[in-house]
């Protein structure tokens, strides 16, 4: 009879090491029934890519004596962790996600760029084939034309750019 081990995949969340390893935020538990025999690292990614992570940083264990995690690099040290469980025990492993840091960058400045004109220039879009002088003058250009050319920097810029 082959063995079935529980296996809890912990994702989404992130690794941390307070006091005690803990795996913090929007963690979901995904319950997968894993034939002992067949246990490797790949089966293990093949069921993260089911959950829909294309890749991870690695999966890690709790090592609850040390109080610290462990990661598994081999399939040999996998089947080490698991040689002594049973039929219907429980394994637990942790997914580290490549992306644990938000992309955006939180400390910069979130608002639109206004006023690019100067200080009490309003900028008006004007209409479709139109566009605003950003040179401080705050007169429209017609660009349905072609070949004209639009100041966007005020003084001591050339714009006979291909000329």
Request: charged share 25%; net charge negative; proline share 2%.
């Amino acid at each position: 009879m082959e063995e079935i081990i529980f296996t809890k995949i912990y994702h989404g969340g992130i690794l941390s090491e307070i006091s005690v390893p803990t795996y913090v935020q929007n963690c979901v538990p995904a319950l997968r029934y894993i034939i002992k025999d067949h246990f490797s690292i790949l089966e293990l990614l093949y069921y993260t890519k089911e959950l829909g992570y294309e890749t991870v940083g690695g999966f890690y264990v709790k090592d609850l004596l040390n109080k610290k995690w462990v990661l598994i690099t081999i399939d040999q040290h996998l089947l080490h962790l698991i040689k002594d469980l049973k039929h219907e025990d429980t394994f637990e492993v942790f997914v580290c996600h490549v992306l644990d840091e938000p992309l955006l960058d939180t400390e910069g400045s979130r608002g639109y760029l206004t006023n690019v004109g100067g200080e009490g220039v309003d900028v008006d879009l004007g209409e479709e084939g139109e566009a605003v002088n950003l040179g401080g003058e705050g007169e429209a250009v017609d660009l349905s034309g072609e070949g004209e050319a639009v100041n966007l920097g005020g003084e001591g810029v050339d714009v006979n750019i291909g000329k």
